[in-house]
């Protein structure tokens, strides 16, 4: 059974912070993706990575990065958090043209 | 310019009655086509898929239908039941890479 965890369900953290949501999966897929989520918006990607030490920019990535060390993390990097961040961040994975397994979600409020 | 479209933001169904969700896409090039639902505080789970060289995909009370003259997918639940309720999303996949372009979602009420 895939499984993709992420480090936090719930997060608050104060404008102008660095904010770090790790996600593990252990399936060994190659992809992974970060999205957002915001009502009447959908989800929207942020990044994503098709292998280790990889990233390709989505639809949304200013104010974020990302960093992908081993095959099984990506990480997603909110450098300097704003109020605009506050949103529900779900991490992915797939293998290669596949469906994709969501994490359970990391809901950020950015104060 | 969105290339996959979920026209209604919210749909209400009486339990034991279909539910039809639909979804419509712009681009051609898409060949895999998927539903995910999703509940609140919850990531989405992958629900049902279709490739393009198929109109019509059944997993149990899930049936997927595509149109592709009319770059059109539906999603029919059958029967509805309460614990369906969940917002759906429906995606779209044309690269090699796998990529998914996502809907905005439609929220499903399915009342008892």
């Known amino acids: 059974d895939v499984k993709v965890t992420q480090s936090s369900r719930y997060l608050v953290k104060r404008t102008g912070e660095k904010v770090f949501l790790e996600c593990v999966q252990d399936?060994?897929?190659?992809?992974m993706f970060w999205y957002r989520q915001d009502p009447g918006l959908g989800l929207r990607l942020i990044y994503f990575s098709y292998d280790v030490k990889m990233k390709e920019k989505g639809d949304i990535p200013e104010g974020y990065s990302v960093s992908r060390e081993k095959k099984e993390r990506f990480s997603l990097i909110l450098e300097s958090a704003s109020t605009n961040q506050t949103s529900m961040y779900l991490c992915a994975s797939s293998l290669v043209a596949s469906e994709q397994y969501f994490g359970p979600g990391t809901r950020l409020t950015v104060t | 310019d969105q290339q996959v479209k979920q026209n209604s933001p919210s749909l209400s169904v009486q339990e034991g009655r279909i539910s039809i969700l639909n979804c419509d896409y712009t681009?051609?090039?898409?060949?895999?086509f998927l539903w995910y639902k999703k509940y609140p505080a919850e990531g989405p789970t992958f629900l049902i898929s279709i490739s393009s060289i198929k109109d019509k995909n059944e997993d149990g009370r899930f049936t997927v239908f595509l149109n592709k003259s009319a770059k059109h997918l539906s999603l029919h639940i059958v029967p509805s039941q309460p614990g369906d309720s969940a917002v759906y999303f429906c995606a779209a996949s044309g690269g090699s890479q796998g990529n998914l372009i996502f809907g905005k979602g439609t929220k499903l009420s399915v009342k008892p």
């Open positions: 399936m060994d897929h190659e992809n």
């Open positions: 681009n051609s090039m898409f060949d895999y």
